[in-house]
C-alpha cells in the first residue's frame, strides 16, 4: 500500500531545497525524493580540505577519466577533488540529435553543491520583455510580483553585494560586498568614463562575508575564500541546499529524505483528475514504489523535470502531464557562453589582491534595454576579473632560483566573458527516446537544442564592444575567441514546461501550477519563459518559495 504524505518533493538541488524547506515550515508532511545517494553537509566532503599533494593526480583529470567522459571533463568545476559528485557520461547516457553537453550532479543537493554561486535578481525589462519584444509568450509576473520574494531568499540564503542602484539590476537584501582589485577598479573608470549606459559592478555571489543571526541558527559561518566549493564546504561559507534549506526542513520534524530513489512519473487520477502521487525506482534494488500526496512539485532540474512529465502518461494525458497542447519539451532555451577576451593590463606592478574571490566584476545588459535598437534581440551581462598568473607554474630555473621566480607575480591579465540571451523557439525541444531506456526502464531523454543567427549577432556584438571596451581601458594584446561550445555546458538550460497566461500556449500560470493539473507545481528552470541575461538560480529559488506559500494556502481551501 502507498504511504501519503501532504506534499512530495521531486529533486533535493537548490529548488527542491527551498520547495521542501517552505512546505516543512508550514507545517506540511513532505516527502523528499533524490535519485543520487545521500549527501550529509561535512560529513560527505571528503576531499573539502585536502591538498594538491593529497591527490593521486596532483587533482589535476587523467587522460583516461577524460576519454571516458567527453562530456563531463568540459565542466570548470570537475576535477579529481569533486569528481564523485559529477554524473559520469556512462553511467547516465542520453540521446543528443544536436550536440548538447549535459552537465549533472546526482545526489542529495544536487548541483547547488557545484554551482556558480552568482546571483542577481531579474528586472522588470526581463519580465517585460517577451511581450514587448514578440518572442515566446508573455511572462504572466512582473518584477514587483516576485520583488518581495527575492527578499525572502535573500536574506535566508546570505547574497553578498553592493546597493548599485540600478534599474537593469535591482539592489537586495546585501552582506557586504566582495572588492574589485585596482586593476578592475581601472577598467571600470575607463569604462564607466567612455559610455553612458554601462555599469561595472562588483559581483553578487551566494557567500556569507558577514554572518548574520540567521546564518549561525543555520550553522554556517563566514567564506574563507577558498574557492574549493564544488567540494563541498566545510565552513557553509557558501549557499547549497545540504548546508542551509535541507536541514532546516529537517528540523521542523516534517521532512522525510529518500535517497536512491529516481522518479519514473507522476501519477495520475482519472476520476479526481489531480495528480495522486508518484512511481518511484529504488535506483539500488530497481523495486518500483508508489507514494501519495496532495501536492507534488516537479523540481529535478530542467531537463529531468521535462523527462519526468514526458513520461507520465495517462487516458488523459497520453503525450506527458499537463500537455494538452503539446508544447511540453518544447522552447528550451539557455545562456550563450561563447565569447571571450583575454588581454594583458601594463603596469601596477607592485599591487596585488588578497584571497581567491569568489564573482567577478559584472555589467548589466545594455543592448535593447528599453526599445529594441540593435538587429539582434535581447542581449547579454558580461563579466571581468583581472589576475595575475604565476606563483605555481612555468618559473624558470632550478632549485633556488625557480623558488625566488616562482614566488614573483606575473603581469596582470584580464579575463572578459559574455553570458547571452537567447530566444525560447519550438524547434529546441527535448522527448523521450523511443527505443534507448535507461538502467531503470526509464526511457532516455533525446535533446535537439542548438544556436541560432541571433545567437551568432549577439556573440559578435559582444566580442566587437569588449575590445573596444578593453582597448578604451589601456588592456594590451587582445583575443578575441569563439569557445564554439555547444549548449548545455552553460550549466542554465532553461524551459519546456513555461509559464504563461493561457493554456493554449503554456503549460503553468502565474503560481508555477499547471494549467490542466492543479496540484502539480513545477518551480525550477523548465518553468522559465524566457531566459534573461542574469544568473537564473536566485529567481527559481525565488518562484519556489512563492509557488510553496500560494500551494499551502489552496491546500487550506482545499482547493487542491
Known sequence: MA???????IGSGISGGWAAKELCEKGLKTLLLERGPDVKHLKDYPTATMHPWEFPHRNQLTKKFIEDNPVASKCYALKESSAHFFV???????????????????????????????TQRWSRFDFEGPARDGFAVDWPIRYDDIAPWYSHVEKFTGISGNKDG???????????????????????????????????????????????????????????????????????????????????AAKTGKLELLPNSVVQAVLYDETKQKASGVLVVDTITKEQREYKA?????????????????NSTSKRFPNGLGNDNGLLGTHIAFHNYRGQLTGTIPGMEADYYQGRRPCAVMMPNFRNVRKQEMDFQRG?????????????????????EMAANVAEPGNWQVFM????????????????????????GIPRLSISVDYDENDEKILADF????????????????TTIDTKQAPGLDIHEMGGVRMGHDPADS????????????????TDGACMTSTGTQNPSLTFMALTARAANYAVEELKKMNL
Not at 548538447?100 to 547547488?112: A, C, E, H, L, N
Not at 496532495?294 to 514526458?310: H, K, R
Not at 547579454?380 to 633556488?400: E, T, V
Not at 571596451?469 to 588592456?475: C, D, Q, R, T
Open 3 to 9: 504511504i501519503t504524505y501532504d506534499a512530495i518533493v
Open 166 to 248: 540600478l534599474e537593469t539590476l535591482p539592489d537586495g537584501e546585501f552582506l557586504p560586498p566582495w572588492e574589485m582589485n585596482c586593476a578592475e577598479k581601472s577598467i571600470a573608470a575607463a569604462i564607466q568614463k567612455n559610455y553612458q549606459d554601462r555599469f561595472p559592478v562588483i559581483g553578487r555571489c551566494a557567500h556569507l562575508t558577514q554572518p548574520q543571526p540567521i546564518h549561525f541558527e543555520q550553522g554556517r559561518g563566514k567564506c574563507q575564500a577558498r574557492t574549493l566549493c564544488e567540494r563541498g564546504c566545510p565552513f557553509g561559507g557558501y549557499f547549497s541546499s545540504n548546508a542551509a534549506t535541507l536541514p532546516w
Open 294 to 310: 496532495a501536492i507534488i512539485f516537479v523540481t529535478a532540474a530542467t531537463l529531468n523535470t521535462n523527462l519526468i512529465l514526458l
Open 417 to 440: 566573458m559574455m553570458q547571452g540571451e537567447t530566444i525560447p523557439k519550438q524547434s529546441n525541444r527535448v522527448q523521450l527516446d523511443p527505443i534507448e531506456k535507461d538502467a531503470w
Open 463 to 478: 566580442l566587437q564592444q569588449g575590445q573596444e571596451m578593453l582597448e578604451k581601458a589601456g588592456v594590451q594584446s587582445i
Open 380 to 400: 547579454y551581462m558580461s563579466f571581468f576579473s583581472a589576475y595575475r598568473p604565476g606563483f605555481a607554474r612555468g618559473a624558470d630555473g632550478i632549485g633556488a
Open 88 to 118: 559520469k557520461d556512462n553511467e547516465h547516457p542520453y540521446t543528443q540529435e544536436k550536440p548538447f553537453d549535459w552537465i549533472r550532479g546526482y545526489q542529495v543537493g544536487g548541483k547547488s553543491l557545484l554551482w556558480a554561486r552568482q
Open 507 to 522: 503549460l503553468l500560470n502565474k503560481w508555477n501550477q499547471m494549467h490542466a493539473c492543479k496540484n502539480v507545481f513545477v
